[in-house]
């Protein structure tokens, strides 16, 4: 392993590693302030346009969990494999999973409208689809295994969180711990924790997706892929994150020599890798159910296909084959500038993607011909998205001014400052 | 052996250099002695212009690449354009011969239905990208080949346990017997020799 050398004290300066005090406030206030006029805009929609806007609030709430386990997954994939290259971008992922709670209490809100408020937007509490000749499987479903039962789904919510909960906190102490003391035994150590916490997390992982966007989106559809669909899209929406921060930071002259083309080379081909995967699981699902044609599981994507065809198309290409050319380049994957835009139209079609999930659930049970899509229920579910979201990201904006930018005292610094592509 | 000996109807281009002997002259080569000072007159060679020149060195030298001034391959390229043609030609192999050529119902599905020609067209998007990264490597490097001109030298074969070299071929416009060995002295090679090809 190399040594710290003269010339990485100079990088390790506090004016490189950390913003300035008050730095950013400006922005995550402006965070907080398009937040609450969102949630505000929210709350009046659950009066006037109930579905429109728990949907909103839902897949707000869907996309900041998404992003949290996603950088939850990268951390415990860094420790696991003990990488080196990626210690500079580490702390970027744990901000990332610190903000997690955020996602949790805007789903535990959003749970508890569809569990006790009577939104009814989750299909199983949809009186329109339970009784509408599918009664049989609502009640095998919730009586004989009690799965929809209010109480075991709450119970199973309470497992998946304090799980979260945990992970999340060994993971940040650890790494926190480790900049005031740097003591090299803390990188073996969360190294022990990742190994099981990975397990954990891809149970919990797998599971609320079924649980928050399997059965949401209609409780008689089910797909034993589900759970990796979702986990594809945080993947990649996290990535994304990721490389809009550090080009975020790099603007603002930090990190200089320590997070360089080289990481955002390595960032970029993640970013890459999880949008093949992502098409991947996507068709894998999709190629299974179209052939085998039981009518209990094509019903959600003949529904989607027949009701939203516009937007399954774009998914497919706004989705895959665009970012697919797009990253496709070497260039486009080492420029800062390139690079922070596709991260934000990979962003945008996470959210298209998580959209395409949820929304249509609203129509759920309606004999109308044609989903119910205007302005104005348009804006009260953009309302809930951009309120959430707004919300998570002044969050993860005043996280990142709080602390240093890097693990400043990581054993494997030395080698992540000379990290180099070969190829 | 050159290619010409196989195919008759190839005239051998005329040496640019030819020894005492007479015969050709493949190139000159100078050993060096430590990984640093082959380093350094790989970034001198690179700054003076040479183009058809290498370095060996008995295992990979992490930043050799820079040092030597050796541009990106365009093997990528060529990988890519092979996985499209892959993709293509499966593509349509699948749907005229389930479409056009030969229908049969099979559960009902349309002739053309797209879905059950993905796995096929993307298995043979990646066996196109293999085949043409492995045969493109090949015939980018010119392999395979029987012999070398550098095995001739005896002290060559070191470049496989302790010493550097730099060989400079004479195809290079910038070679001449006399002045590239008196470059590669002043760039601290030792031992230089000139090369006679094949």
């Not at chain 1, 065809?309 to 994957?333: A, Q």
């Given at each position: 392993m190399s040594q710290i050398t003269a010339s990485d004290d100079a990088i390790m300066e506090d004016r490189n590693v950390r913003l300035d005090a008050g730095s950013w406030s400006m922005l995550s206030n402006t965070f907080f302030m398009v937040g609450a006029l969102g949630l505000l805009l929210t709350v009046i929609g659950l009066f006037s346009a109930t579905k429109h806007a728990a949907a909103g609030l839902h897949i707000g709430a869907m996309i900041a969990i998404g992003l949290g386990l996603g950088g939850m997954f990268f951390t415990l994939v860094f420790h696991l494999t003990n990488s080196g290259w990626s210690t500079t971008v580490r702390r970027q992922f744990e901000n990332i999973v610190w903000c997690l709670p955020v996602g949790m209490i805007f789903a535990a809100i959003s749970i508890g409208l569809n569990l006790y408020g009577g939104v009814g937007l989750a299909s199983w509490k949809n009186q329109e689809v339970t009784q509408g000749g599918a009664e049989h499987l609502f009640h095998f479903k919730s009586s004989q295994f009690t799965w929809f039962a209010d109480h075991w789904v709450l119970a199973r919510l309470a497992l998946y969180f304090v799980v979260w909960w945990f992970l999340r906190r060994m993971l940040w102490r650890h790494s926190t711990l480790q900049d005031e003391n740097g003591d090299p035994a803390l990188t073996s150590r969360v190294r022990f924790h990742s190994s099981y916490g990975m397990l954990l997390f891809a149970f919990t992982s797998t599971f609320f997706a079924f649980d928050w966007l399997m059965a949401v989106a209609d409780y008689r559809f089910f797909s034993t892929m589900w759970g990796v669909y979702f986990f594809a899209g945080n993947l990649f929406s996290a990535v994304s994150l990721c490389i809009l921060i550090l080009a975020a930071l790099g603007r603002a002259g930090k990190l200089r020599g320590l997070v360089t083309g080289e990481h955002l080379h390595d960032l970029s081909k993640l970013a890459f890798g999880f949008t093949v995967f992502w098409a991947y699981i996507a068709f894998s699902q999709y190629f299974l159910i179209?052939?085998?044609?039981?009518?209990?599981?094509?019903?959600?994507?003949?529904?989607?296909?027949?009701?939203?065809?516009?937007?399954?198309?774009?998914?497919?290409?706004?989705?895959?084959?665009?970012?697919?050319?797009?990253?496709?380049?070497?260039?486009?994957?080492?420029?800062?500038?390139?690079?922070?835009?596709?991260?934000?139209?990979?962003?945008?079609?996470?959210?298209?993607?998580?959209?395409?999930?949820?929304?249509?659930?609203?129509?759920?049970?309606?004999?109308?011909?044609h989903p119910t899509f205007d302005a104005r229920s348009l804006a009260f579910e953009a309302a809930g998205i951009i309120g959430v979201l707004s919300v998570f990201m002044g969050v993860l904006v005043r996280r990142i001014a709080a602390g240093p930018l890097v693990p400043i005292k990581d054993p494997r610094l030395a080698e992540a400052l000379r990290h180099k592509n070969f190829v | 052996m050159a290619i010409s000996d196989y195919i008759p109807f190839i005239t051998p281009r005329a040496p640019r250099f030819v020894t005492e002997s007479g015969a050709a002259v493949y190139g000159i080569v100078a050993e060096f002695a430590t990984p640093a000072s082959v380093y350094h007159a790989a970034e001198k060679m690179r700054d003076s212009g040479f183009a058809k020149w290498d370095v060996y060195s008995p295992y990979p030298m992490h930043g050799l690449d820079e040092a030597m001034g050796v541009k990106r391959t365009i093997l990528p390229v060529l990988v890519a354009t092979g996985a499209f043609t892959g993709v293509g030609l499966a593509y349509l192999m699948q749907w005229w011969m389930s479409a056009v050529d030969f229908q049969i119902v099979v559960q009902g599905k349309p002739y053309g239905a797209w879905e059950p020609f993905v796995p096929i067209t993307f298995e043979m998007g990646v066996l196109f990208a293999a085949f043409t990264s492995l045969f493109g490597m090949l015939a980018l490097n010119g392999l395979p080949r029987f012999n070398h001109p550098l095995f001739r030298s005896e002290r060559f074969l070191r470049v496989s346990d302790d010493r550097y070299m730099i060989a400079i071929e004479a195809e290079d416009p910038k070679f001449d017997p006399e002045q590239t060995r008196a470059f590669l002295e002043s760039l601290g090679g030792t031992d230089i020799e000139l090369i006679e090809d094949d």
């Open positions: 179209w052939y085998a044609n039981i009518p209990e599981e094509t019903a959600f994507f003949i529904y989607r296909k027949e009701h939203w065809p516009l937007l399954t198309t774009t998914l497919v290409i706004g989705h895959f084959i665009i970012p697919f050319y797009i990253l496709l380049w070497r260039p486009v994957r080492r420029s800062w500038v390139a690079m922070s835009f596709v991260a934000l139209y990979l962003l945008v079609m996470h959210l298209l993607d998580i959209y395409w999930i949820v929304r249509p659930a609203v129509d759920l049970g309606s004999t109308a011909a | -």
